[in-house]
């Protein structure tokens, strides 16, 4: 059952843990390894899982693939929290998999930044509007990577109907600042750049944070979450120091080891995920892999 808005504000200001997407040796979907990743990350207190986001590739797949995703994670949850699918690509695709999307059961949707080099701020509230319409009306949370488009296109796109959060994806605290400020005060706005910008994110008004984390130390991610809403700022900056190194793999090769760095973890827990997809970079380096297993052997993940 679809969330309202209302409810969806209260969970957006959780973590939003984004899912791997599973390959087998083929490098076809293979849904099922998600299993123990879904059951760790709930048991930890993950408020609510996110299908066909960046750090599950959602642009390495095919519309199927993606609309597949959501069905299947949808049944893996089983009703143990609300799952948020990702939506996007051109107008037609979004909507067919918005539509599917809702059919399977997501509670809400969240809405990538459309990356088409001719993109009108006055047509992404088109496109917004069409994704809404072909979900029959989900909540939903927008995806902001690119905030050059001005405050004033933001606060269109958040005065959208069933618009109920912004996850923010770029460094930028101010910019965050005058958005919240320029908006309706209903919005969450989440921190979209995981836990290493949670902290400044939250002390400008942001209220929860994107994971990829979740899906290889959710205990981590948790205790991150209730440092910073216990308001323990440093609490919050040592735990995030402690996690440095698996955040800088992931960040090398302009950004383009973050998932390779997830499921590289996750080989290294029994959990293997296979590969990534082209353009993503697989595998690690051999100096990349040894500052990983540092990092997990160092906190306890693997021996």
């Not at 958040?158 to 320029?182: D, F, H, Q, R, Y």
Request: net charge negative; charged share 20%; proline share 6%.
């Amino acid at each position: 059952m679809a969330l309202s808005k209302a409810d969806l504000r209260g969970v957006l200001s959780g973590i939003s843990g984004i899912l791997v997407t599973p390959y087998d040796d083929n490098g076809d979907l293979a849904p099922a390894k998600l299993n123990p990743i879904i059951d760790r990350a709930l048991a930890a207190g993950v408020h609510f899982p996110v299908v066909n986001g960046n750090t599950g590739e959602f642009y390495a797949l095919t519309t199927d693939e993606a609309i597949t995703m959501a069905k299947s994670v949808t049944e893996m949850l089983d009703g143990r929290a609300p799952m948020l699918a990702g939506i996007g690509r051109g107008v037609r695709d979004a909507c067919a998999l918005a539509k599917a999307s809702a059919e399977a059961g997501a509670e809400a949707l969240m809405i990538h930044q459309p990356p088409d080099p001719f993109v009108a701020p006055r047509g992404v509230v088109d496109y917004i509007k069409r994704i809404a319409d072909a979900s029959g009306g989900l909540p939903m949370m927008l995806y902001l990577r690119n905030d050059t488009i001005g405050t004033k296109a933001i606060s269109d796109l958040c005065a959208i109907e069933g618009v109920a959060g912004v996850k923010w994806a770029t460094p930028n605290a101010m910019k965050l600042s005058e958005a919240i400020n320029a908006c309706d005060p209903d919005i969450v706005w989440v921190g979209g750049l995981a836990e290493t910008w949670a902290p400044a994110f939250y002390a400008v008004g942001a209220r929860g944070f994107t994971s990829g984390l979740i899906n290889v130390w959710p205990e981590r991610s948790m205790a991150i979450h209730a440092a910073l809403e216990g308001g323990d700022y440093a609490k919050a900056r040592q735990l995030i120091h402690d996690m440095a190194a698996f955040e800088e793999v992931r960040a090398e090769e302009m950004n383009g080891t973050n998932v390779t760095g997830v499921k590289a973890a996750l080989k290294l827990l029994g959990d293997d995920c296979g590969a990534t997809r082209p353009p993503s970079a697989w595998p690690l380096t051999d100096t990349q892999h040894e500052k990983l297993v540092g990092f997990m052997r160092q906190n306890n993940l693997v021996k």
